[in-house]
């Protein structure tokens, strides 16, 4: 027990060091694009060794994509943590209203996602690791609800969802977004279609 206090500095002064490389990195991709920058102009801006930087960061594309293990561990946790009696898709829900809405309204998603867009490596890390985000996610949610792990629509539940921030994006109001496709999700099209009809044909009495 008395090493604790150790521990969590170090570990608080990692996190720091991490932080200040991404924070780092994204600033440089953005004002001079992802090939105009090198790994040693990345360590020297964030003041550590490209030693360090490697050791936070596999490869120059994760610098981008700093918050890949993080997010996997968030929706993870999102279905498995859930309260008792809430389904998946409300807790998914939850989830996505916490986490993702202040993503879309910070200012640097459009150039974030430009940055992404126009450069080969970002896109193809991006769609690996969308994959590898459904594929954990549907999973998950296979196990708690007691099917295979391959399971259709567990994996296909997954896909929708992940799918969430890009729907959401450049929407006047995502919150509104978000609860829009969620609650298609959960009540169906067919649902919604038909009370819109009823509503249709009421306004035309």
């Known amino acids: 027990m008395p090493d604790s206090p150790t521990v969590g500095r170090r570990e608080r002064k990692k996190a720091a060091t991490r932080q200040a490389i991404a ?50 561990a968030e929706l993870t946790a999102a279905v498995r943590e859930r ?5 998946v ?7 996505a209203l916490k986490s993702w809405l202040p993503i879309a309204s910070d200012p640097r998603l459009h150039e974030f996602t430009a940055l992404v867009d126009r450069t080969p490596a ?6 690996r690791m969308w994959m590898r985000h459904a594929v954990t996610l549907g999973t998950v949610i296979a196990e708690e ?10 994996s296909a539940l997954a896909r929708f969802v992940l799918q969430f921030p890009t729907l959401a994006k450049g ?15 959960i009540h169906g099209w067919r649902s919604q279609h038909d009370a819109e009809d009823a509503m ?6």
């Open 23 to 72: 924070d780092s990195a994204l600033e440089l991709f953005l004002e001079h694009g992802f090939e105009g920058v090198s790994v040693r102009d990345i360590a020297e801006t964030a003041d550590v060794s490209t030693t360090t930087l490697f050791a936070h960061f596999p490869s120059k594309e994760a610098l981008v994509f700093d918050r890949d293990e993080a997010v996997e």
């Open 83 to 87: 309260p008792e009696g809430q389904s």
């Open 89 to 95: 898709v409300e807790a998914l829900r939850a989830h």
């Open 122 to 127: 970002l896109r193809e890390y991006s769609e």
């Open 145 to 154: 609800l007691g099917r295979e792990a391959d399971d259709l629509a567990c």
């Open 171 to 185: 929407r006047q109001d995502p919150r509104a977004a978000v609860e829009t496709v969620f609650d298609l999700l």
């Open 200 to 205: 249709s044909g009421s306004s035309e009495r």
